[in-house]
């Protein structure tokens, strides 16, 4: 089976290199020394890719299956340059094809016990869906309603005849006296004493035809938790076995099982990606990596807003965390010494180096530290959300160095992380309430609220200035230039609708604290509303990219506020956090 393939296969033999400089890293850091460990998305890797785009194109199946694929700049140990590529998962249904790097050992070994615990998975799926959608609970849904809807008719009807005995005992009162008055009140109190027998005695039938399918249902949803505790239990199970198994070899010649590198537990699918089949099949045939570069090919997933043919890093959840190890022991034996950058004076391990790839590896110490600490102010089985604070994405960037974010967090927090959808976004300097759905339908329904404004969002700022006017409406089209991104500017000939309602809350000091209510959600549109001399002509305390030159250690807007109708509860959720300014 040819793995090795000629880079003349991909790019044409008169390429000719632009620009060399690398537009992205692999890294990671090696768990004995401690040493950053780096390897290049180079141009002539890229231009690989892109070779191998245009083969996948040829095909309509890899569109309708959309994956990871990546390639791999190797050095044979006689100086050759070769190629080799991988897909993440299965490629049409098989882990081994023709051509492709094989998956990395163990996966054969747990694949009767996957077979048989995804049966098994099936099973729960099928019975916890039998279980939702049993008819005792659409007719009690139905009774319900008619029961309610007789109490509502019941309730009218014996309003109507208070009213009509207040009158009559008024009547009477100034009409009758001594026996007679007693006899006529009385015949009023048995009327009333009667109407209410008739609504106990309704709400007693209610009682006796619905508590027997309460305690169906009740016995369902009990059945249901029980079963998605086992759905749990058997996941992590068949994961513990299966990372016990996969064994991964670096350059250094050392190997470790996945449970090794990852004792916390690791996402499922870690070990099928394509840059760790990659690593490990050129540390395993001595081949020298030179430059690497993943894409995507296909159709977005689910929860993904991955774009056919465009290039991506190594993901935060499965292969961050192997990079250090697998890239340990590159450039150690035959590596020279050189400077890095502006001439710093930290040593590079460079090594493989050409004109062609302008490729290296290189080792500098690397401190590492990241809080998951992520306020959740509302949970349930449907939505959650979170306080998000200043400086961390809401969803992750393009980039490697750009991954942390609060859906990764939550990924790597909670065991159904991985369905998990925002359903709006903050820019990154803005701290506050961030909503996000845990199933495509809610994530759907919420979706049309903020499309339809139903949404009401209220942000606190901390504007750099007096603001003379005591609340009123902003109303500025804002568009944003292609050329600069992610920059935001009133135009009113291509400028989308902006409104915004503002109220000064008190003025302190130099500074003016006020509360934005936006009726549109445009990016960036509170800063520009604040900061445009057609608005409040003040910007937002430490809003350093529309001009506030003020020494402050993040941009002074917090999302206070939300609330909106619960899709699936019916009732509306009104949430609110402290502003930490």
């Keep these: 089976m040819v793995i090795?393939?000629?880079?003349?296969?991909?790019?044409?033999?008169?390429?000719?290199?632009?620009?060399?400089?690398p537009s992205y890293y692999y890294e990671g850091c090696c768990p004995e020394s401690g040493d950053r460990l780096i390897l290049p998305r180079t141009p002539l890797s890229e231009a690989i890719a892109q070779g191998l785009m245009q083969y996948l194109g040829k095909d309509d199946s890899y569109s309708r299956e959309g994956k990871m694929y990546g390639i791999l700049l190797v050095e044979l140990p006689n100086g050759e340059q070769r190629v080799i590529k991988a897909f993440s998962g299965l490629l049409h249904g098989c882990s081994v094809v023709e051509g492709w790097v094989p998956p990395i050992p163990g996966r054969d070994e747990v694949a009767f016990l996957e077979a048989c615990t995804l049966a098994q998975l099936n099973a729960i799926k099928e019975e916890i869906l039998t279980l939702k959608q049993l008819e005792e609970r659409q007719h009690y849904e139905t009774l319900c309603g008619e029961f309610e809807q007789q109490l509502q008719i019941i309730s009218d009807r014996h309003r109507h005849c208070k009213h009509q005995r207040q009158q009559k005992r008024q009547e009477i009162c100034n009409t009758l006296t001594g026996e007679a008055l007693a006899i006529a009140l009385e015949e009023l109190d048995a009327e009333s004493r009667q109407q209410k027998i008739e609504r106990r005695q309704l709400k007693q039938q209610q009682n006796q035809v619905l508590q027997p399918l309460q305690q169906l249902i009740a016995a369902a949803d009990t059945r249901i938790r029980e079963l998605k505790q086992q759905r749990k239990a058997l996941s992590r199970q068949l994961q513990t076995q299966m990372h016990a198994s996969y064994s991964l070899t670096n350059f250094a010649g050392r190997w470790q099982s996945l449970q090794q590198l990852m004792p916390q537990g690791s996402p499922t699918g870690t070990g099928d990606c394509c840059a760790p089949k990659l690593l490990h099949y050129a540390a395993t045939h001595h081949l020298?990596?030179?430059?690497?570069?993943?894409?995507?090919?296909?159709?977005?997933?689910?929860?993904?807003?991955?774009?056919?043919?465009?290039?991506?890093?190594?993901?935060?959840?499965?292969?961050?965390?192997?990079?250090?190890?697998?890239?340990?022991?590159?450039?150690?034996?035959?590596?020279?010494?050189?400077?890095?950058?502006?001439?710093?004076?930290?040593?590079?391990?460079?090594?493989?180096?050409?004109?062609?790839?302008?490729?290296f590896i290189a080792s500098e110490r690397l401190s590492l530290s990241a809080s998951s600490s992520l306020p959740i102010i509302y949970e349930d089985e449907w939505?959650?959300?979170?306080?998000?604070?200043?400086?961390?994405?809401?969803?992750?960037?393009?980039?490697?160095?750009?991954?942390?974010?609060?859906?990764?967090?939550?990924?790597?927090?909670?065991?159904?992380?991985?369905?998990?959808?925002?359903?709006?976004?903050?820019?990154?300097?803005?701290?506050?309430?961030?909503?996000?759905?845990?199933?495509?339908?809610?994530?759907?329904?919420?979706?049309?609220?903020?499309?339809?404004?139903?949404?009401?969002?209220?942000?606190?700022?901390?504007?750099?200035?007096?603001?003379?006017?005591?609340?009123?409406?902003?109303?500025?089209?804002?568009?944003?230039?292609?050329e600069n991104r992610p920059y935001q500017q009133v135009d009113w000939q291509r400028g989308k609708p902006s409104l915004t309602q503002f109220q000064v809350m008190a003025r302190e000091g130099n500074y003016t604290r006020v509360e934005f209510t936006p009726l549109t959600g445009r990016t960036h549109?509170?800063?520009?509303?604040a900061a445009d001399a057609r608005g409040l002509g003040v910007r937002i305390l430490?809003?350093?990219?529309?001009?506030?030159?003020?020494?402050?250690?993040?941009?002074?807007?917090?999302?206070?506020?939300?609330?909106?109708?619960?899709p699936q509860l019916g009732r509306t959720l009104h949430l609110k956090v402290k502003t930490p300014f």
């Design 542 to 566: 430490g809003d350093r990219l529309y001009g506030c030159c003020a020494n402050t250690n993040r941009l002074h807007l917090h999302a206070r506020e939300l609330c909106f109708e619960h």
């Design 525 to 529: 549109q509170l800063r520009v509303h």
């Design 4 to 21: 090795l393939h000629f880079v003349s296969d991909f790019i044409d033999c008169d390429f000719a290199l632009g620009d060399s400089s």
């Design 288 to 359: 020298k990596p030179l430059a690497m570069a993943e894409f995507w090919w296909g159709a977005s997933l689910v929860n993904q807003d991955k774009i056919q043919g465009e290039f991506y890093g190594a993901c935060a959840e499965r292969c961050q965390p192997l990079m250090g190890f697998l890239l340990s022991g590159l450039g150690m034996e035959d590596g020279g010494m050189g400077e890095w950058g502006d001439g710093g004076t930290e040593d590079i391990k460079r090594w493989g180096h050409s004109d062609t790839s302008s490729s």
């Design 383 to 482: 939505l959650i959300a979170v306080d998000k604070p200043a400086g961390l994405l809401s969803v992750p960037g393009r980039y490697g160095d750009r991954q942390d974010s609060v859906w990764s967090r939550l990924y790597n927090l909670l065991p159904d992380g991985m369905s998990l959808v925002s359903v709006h976004r903050l820019d990154q300097e803005t701290s506050g309430i961030l909503l996000l759905a845990r199933d495509r339908q809610t994530h759907r329904q919420l979706g049309q609220q903020f499309q339809q404004r139903q949404v009401r969002k209220v942000y606190e700022a901390l504007l750099s200035g007096f603001v003379e006017l005591e609340e009123g409406t902003i109303e500025l089209p804002l568009w944003g230039n292609p």
